[in-house]
C-alpha cells in the first residue's frame, strides 16, 4: 500500500486549465481515468488527509504509484480523450458497464455489392446501418419475416449466395417471393441496392411514405380491375402495419429520442436505455456496473453516455437526451454530443407530459434491471461460497461462517424502541428464523444499551436450550414437539450489528458476560461501508467489488428493514388503542357500534348510561362497566401533527386524523412475511 504524499507533485507542477489524469500503480498500469476543467484544484482533492477521503478514493489512491495528466484546450477535448483511454487501458477503479456486446442488432449490410439484412452483435462495424438493440434475437426475426414481403431483400450468408449463382437456382425464399434473388440476376445491383435503401429507411421510422405509396398502387390496381395485383398490395400493407404494430407509440410527436434511467444502491448500479425513433420504442438496454469508485447519479449518466455514444455519429445519436440528473458541467457534454451528430442535441431533464411518463417507465425498468440482478448474485451458489471466504478472511475467522445473525435497533425519537434479528444460512435468508424484541430494560433512546440488551437476551435464551439439550445435542433434540426448529437453540458462527464501534463493543460485552467465547462479532457502518471488529482502533474496508461486502450488506439492510416495519407496526397499534379496548367482554363489534352512534370516544365519555343503553346489543350492565371504565380512564393526550405542530380533532373512529411518524409517510400494519418474526 503506497503511501500518496510519496508520489504528489510539487506545488506548482500540476497545470491550472482542462486535462485529463491518470493514476498508475507500481507495476504501471493505469488504475483510474478522470478529467478535470482545473488539473490542479482537482488533483489536490486526492492527497489530502487520508482521513477525510472516501473508502473508494481512500483505496485508489492507497494502490497508485505515480499520477501523471495530459493538457488540452477545451473540456469537450477532455472528455474525448478521458473516453479514449479508458476504453484503451481498462481502469480497475473506473465505471465499467457490463453487458454492453450482448445485446442483438438488426444490421443491413451496406458496405457489400449486394447489402443484407442479419442478425449482428459485438462491436459495430463501418458501412453498416444497425437498428435496435433487441431484447431477443428472434423478435428480430419476426419483423425482418413481415418486411421481406414488402421489401425482399437478400438475407442469405455468402457462401450460399455464390452457391445460387454458381448453379443459376436462388433459394427458397426467392421462389416464395421473399427475396428478389440478385444472385440469379432477377435484380440488378442498383435496383437491390434501392429495396435495401427503402427498408433501412422504413426501419429508421419513415413509414408514412411507403404505406401511402402502396395505398395509391393498390387503390389504382383496383381502378384498373388489376384484382390480383391489388390483393398483393393489400397484403404487403398489412405486412407493414403489423411490422410497425410491434412498436406502440410512446410520444405522439414522433420524437427521436434515447431515454436513459439510473437505479442504484451503495454498490451496485444499473442503466436502461429506451431508444424512441418516429415515436415509438425502437430498441432497448440495458447496463449493471459495481461502483468501485465514488461517484454521483450525474457521473453515472455521463459514463452511460460516454459508453452508447462514445464510437457513433449521424443519425446514430438523436436530436434529443433524455435523462434523470445532468452530468456537471452539462455544457461540454452537450457539445460533444452535438459534435458526433453533426447537429444540435437537446441534453435535458424531462419536466412534464408525455416524456416524464416514458422516463418513469424507464426508470422502473432500471430498478427492476437491478433487482433482478441482485436475486441472480445472490443465489449463485459460488458467489455465495466465495462471499462466506471473503469474510472468512477478512475477519480472520477459523472457518465460514455459515449462519449469520444481524441485529437492528429502531424507534421513533425514543418511543417504541424496537429491535430485529434476521438469520441467513449458507448466504440466504432463513425467514422462519427471525425474530423480533420489544426493548424492557429501560426507557428513552440509547442505541448502544439496547443492542446489548437484545444481545444478552438472545444468548442466555441460548444457553438455556442449550443446557436442556446438552453439549452434544443431535438435530432431533434441537426441535419441539411439532418438529420445528425451538427459538433459539442454533447459534450463530457470526453475529453482525448494525453501527459501529459502539455497537460492536455493547454486544461483545455481553457475549462476555454470558461467557461466550466462540461466537465472532462485527459491526457494519453505513455511512462508508466500514466494517468494525471489537477492540480494533481502524476498520476493516473491504473492496467494494468484493462479494463478501455485498452479503454483508444484504443481512444489514434487510436487519434494518425488519426492524424499522416492526416498530412502525407498533406504533400505529399505539395510536390505534382506545380506552373501549380495556373493557371486559366488548367486542370489536359492538365498539364499533358505540362509536358510530356517539361519533367519538370523547362524546361517548361524557353519555350517561341511559344514552349508551340506547345502542343496539348493550344492556344496562354493559352500559355502567363502560362507564365506569371510561370515568378511569385518563383521557388520551391531543394527537400532534410532526410535520405541522397543530392539533389534530378526534375522528369518529376515535383515532386521531394523523400520527407522529414520518410526514406524508402511511403507516402500514405489518407486512405479511413480517408474520414469520416471533416477538420475544
Known sequence: MADPSSYRPRPGEIPDSPGVYKFRDEHRRVIYVGKAKSLRQRLANYFQDLAGLHPRTRTMVTTAASVEWTVVSTEVEALQLEYSWIKEYDPRFNVKYRDDKSYPYLAVTMNEEYPRVQVMRGHKKKGVRYFGPYGHAWAIRDTVDLLLRVFPVRTCSAGVFKNAART????????????????????????????????????????????????KQMTDAAEEMEYERAARLRDDIEALKKAMEKS???????????????????????????????????????????????????????????QLYGEETGDSVPKEVLVPALPDPVEPVQQWLTDRRGANVSLRIPQRGDKKSLMETVARNAQQSLILHKTKRASDLTTRSRALEEISEALDLDSAPLRIECYDISHLQGDDVVASMVVFEDGLQRKSEYRRFQIKGFEGQDDVRSMHEVITRRFRRYLAEKEKTGEWADGDELKDEEGRPKRFAYPPQLVVVDGGQPQVAAAKRALDELGIDDIAVCGLAKRLEEVWLPDDDDPVVLPRTSEGLYLLQRVRDEAHRFAITYQRAKRAKRFRASPLDDVPGLGETRKQALIKHFGSVKKLRSATIDQICEVPGIGRKTAETIAVALAQAAPAAPAVNTATGEIMEDMEDGTPETTAGVPGEPVPAGAPDERRGQET
Open 248 to 306: 406502440a407509440v410512446v410520444l405522439a410527436d414522433a420524437t427521436d429520442a434515447d431515454l436513459i434511467a439510473v437505479a442504484e444502491d451503495e454498490l451496485e448500479a444499473a442503466v436502461q436505455i429506451f431508444h424512441v425513433r418516429g415515436g415509438r420504442v425502437r430498441g432497448q438496454r440495458g447496463w449493471v456496473t459495481d461502483k468501485v469508485e465514488d461517484v454521483t447519479t450525474a457521473a453515472l449518466v455521463e459514463h452511460a453516455l460516454q
Open 168 to 215: 443459376g437456382r436462388p433459394c427458397l425464399l426467392g421462389y416464395i417471393g421473399k427475396c428478389s434473388a440478385p444472385c440469379v440476376g432477377r435484380v440488378s445491383e442498383e435496383e437491390h441496392r434501392e429495396l435495401a435503401e427503402e427498408f433501412s429507411d422504413f426501419m429508421a421510422g419513415r413509414t408514412g411514405t411507403y404505406i401511402r405509396r402502396l395505398e
